[in-house]
């Protein structure tokens, strides 16, 4: 326990004799080198090491419970990912506030500027909720009565909404091909029917009171799911060409309405569809067609006001109790619906000055890992077959990065394209409407395209969609399509990552967040995509060593989430691995290396697919036998007890 504290109570011992402030304090035998860059600004370090020093809490013991230790002093719901989003709000705010003051600025005559400021101030301009402004802008036919309700419904689709009766989505099948799935009515969503929503509907069409209209909409759901089966997985799909949906079910025109409904300029009748129980879908087809159709399109329309009101950060859903933080809520709001605009306007103004130097960084440290993930995969730990082991080895040699949130080969031609195609409109909804369906517009023609160059810019923003929460943009992800790491802006800034970082704090976090990213190509999910993204069958093949399913055995004998510990795990030990020189040998090197990996997680309290922060540090670490070395673990704690998995 004493060498455990040695680090930061060492600290206390040297007060006042590191030269940039006598406030910051810092053992001697911190290695200051610059790896990749011939210097780098003490200062920067300096501060960020008295922020990590300031969380650690030495009444804990490392050895015991080291998130404990490491995150003990770490502000209750509060996060590196919150610190680092926290900080780009405000740029954006900042940024789109100074060019709304200056519509004569240099970037108002730019792409995007002018809209974005327009969009802003409509949207803090708002004072109440005024939902049939949607439905007023949709352009509603005279009489829902006439309307068929797959005819609305396909309109409703071009922004995004396309959940109910008969359900279709779109998902990437392998690198240049997509699945559609069509799916019946889904009744795991039924509608919250509020009063605000009733009194956006046309009063015209309907002569029913708020409650009678909402019994009327539960009687529809329940019939509508006691038509359908429940299911969980894609197991069920079966693959049938456009024509032989129409065939099946020519009760509807499906050409018509699945070119409406996806923003496409037309799909031909050979295009494969993924199909969930057509039998179902027919039968409510029919049903619906029987129907009246006033109930049914005054379903559809209180659903989509539903579906707007649910997107991440609309200020109409807390009009009146945001306390203040409108502008914020604005910003964020405006990030999800006209992500390509804003990312354009941070990477002109805030990002592209920093560019090359966090590039050249990154993609050191990058290639470096990759080059050791291959000697493990040539190791052949788990003794598989030879083809194999050169599938997965071409994976890692053609795993690729990308910095920031655009795409990497995007032409300022696009970004004009962009801009001439996304209109902002009146007011609030007539921007969040246009923002949506200029969006989804774009997505349908990168869905449809089939040349290498649409492709390649889809890829880099595929998944931002929205109504994607933020995590998407809180921290690299794999992309298993396009065998590439994505690094958010939101990653490349204090407190996770600086190019001006010492090896400790560099290594600590981004080697250890790449390696964690790398090995994503490897959990059970995403190792059937080989180095192309197209489907294979490798786990079959893995699942069948005895080695392999050993090694899942031990990392999931916890009852962990197995497709996040393989890769804290495994990228912890690959980070190690990469970067065991001799600055690592100096216990005070190796304890801020730990502490730092450990910022990561602190306040981190898990999802559906995540432990939480302190069940997913303390068991790394615990798989990490250098760790137990540093902080000089007795055999027995609880750090070093755990049973050793062998994996990558």
């Known amino acids: 326990m004493e060498m455990a504290l040695r680090f930061f109570s060492f600290c206390i011992l040297l007060a006042g004799t590191v030269p940039v402030s006598s406030s910051i304090l810092i053992p001697n035998n911190i290695s200051r080198t610059c790896p990749y860059k011939s210097s780098c600004n003490s200062s920067v370090n300096l501060r960020h090491i008295e922020m990590l020093r300031d969380c650690v809490d030495n009444t804990k013991d ?6 404990a230790y490491a ?41 995007v500027y002018g809209k974005l400021a327009t969009y802003y101030q409509h949207c803090l301009a708002l004072r109440s909720s005024n939902l049939r402004r949607y439905l007023e802008l949709l352009n509603l036919p005279t009489s829902l009565n006439s309307t068929n309700w797959m005819d609305l419904l396909s309109g ?17 099948h392998n690198s240049s091909q997509h699945m559609i799935f069509v799916e019946p009515h889904n009744h795991r969503l039924n509608l919250n029917f509020t009063l605000d929503i009733y009194e956006a509907l046309p009063q015209g069409d309907f002569p029913a009171s708020y409650s009678t209209l909402r019994d009327q909409f539960v009687r529809l759901e329940n019939q509508l799911s006691s038509l359908v089966k429940s299911h969980e997985t894609d197991d069920s799909f079966t693959v049938y060409s456009l024509d032989e949906i129409q065939n099946k079910v020519p009760e509807l025109n499906w050409t018509e309405a699945l070119t ?8 031909g009748g050979d295009h494969s569809f993924q199909v969930d129980d057509l039998p179902a879908i027919r039968e409510i087809v029919i049903v619906l067609n029987s129907m009246d159709r006033r109930l049914l399109n005054l379903y559809s329309l209180a659903r989509f006001l539903q579906y707007l009101l649910q997107l991440p950060h609309n200020p109409l859903a ?3 109790s945001d306390g203040g933080m409108r502008s914020l809520r604005c910003i964020r709001q405006m990030r999800r619906v006209v992500y390509i605009p804003m990312n354009y306007a941070y990477e002109r103004n805030y990002y592209a000055p920093r560019r090359i130097s966090d590039e050249f960084v990154i993609r050191k440290v990058f290639g470096e890992l990759r080059e050791k993930l291959e000697e493990a995969v040539r190791s052949n730990p788990f003794q598989v077959q030879p083809d194999l082991v050169d599938q997965l080895t071409e994976k890692v040699q053609k795993m690729r990065i990308n910095v920031g949130n655009l795409p990497p080969n995007a032409s300022e031609q696009f970004y004009s394209d962009v801009d001439r195609r996304w209109k902002v409109g ?3 909804y007539e921007d969040h409407l246009n923002g949506l369906l200029f969006y989804y517009s774009i997505v349908a023609e990168l869905e449809g395209g089939v040349d290498s160059y649409s492709q390649s810019i889809w890829y880099s923003f595929n998944m931002h969609s929205p109504d994607f929460g933020d995590n998407i943009d809180a921290t690299p992800y794999f992309h298993c399509l396009s065998n590439m790491i994505l690094v958010p802006y939101s990653y490349v800034k204090l407190p996770f990552f600086h190019a001006d970082f010492w090896p400790a704090l560099l290594y600590g976090d981004l080697a250890n967040t790449l390696g964690h990213e790398m090995l994503h190509a490897f959990d059970t999910f995403l190792m059937d995509y080989d180095a192309q993204g197209n489907m294979r069958n490798f786990s079959d093949q893995l699942i069948k060593e005895p080695l392999y399913k050993t090694a899942l055995d031990c990392l999931d004998q916890s009852d962990g989430i197995l497709n996040e510990r393989i890769p804290d795990v495994s990228g912890s030990r690959l980070a190690i691995r990469t970067y065991m020189g001799d600055w690592l040998s100096l216990p005070d090197n190796g304890q801020l290396y730990f502490i730092q990996f450990a910022h990561f997680f602190c306040g981190d309290e898990g999802d559906k697919y995540h432990e939480s922060g302190s069940q997913r540090l303390n068991f790394a670490v615990s798989q990490v036998p250098k760790f137990a070395e540093i902080f000089e673990c007795k055999e027995g704690s609880k750090i070093n007890s755990s049973p050793q998995c062998p994996f990558w």
């Open 426 to 428: 009146e007011d609030f």
């Open 71 to 111: 995150c003990g002093n770490w502000k209750r719901n509060y996060t590196a990912t919150s610190t680092s989003e926290d900080q780009i709000n405000s740029q954006y705010k900042y940024l789109i506030e100074n060019v709304s003051r200056n519509p004569r600025s240099p970037e108002y005559r730019q792409p």
């Open 62 to 67: 490392p050895c015991d419970d080291f998130y």
């Open 260 to 267: 409406k409904q996806l923003n496409r300029t037309s799909i």
């Open 156 to 172: 409703l689709g071009q922004y995004g909404y396309r959940g109910h009766f008969v359900e279709v989505t779109v998902r990437w």
């Open 318 to 320: 807390t009009l009146e």
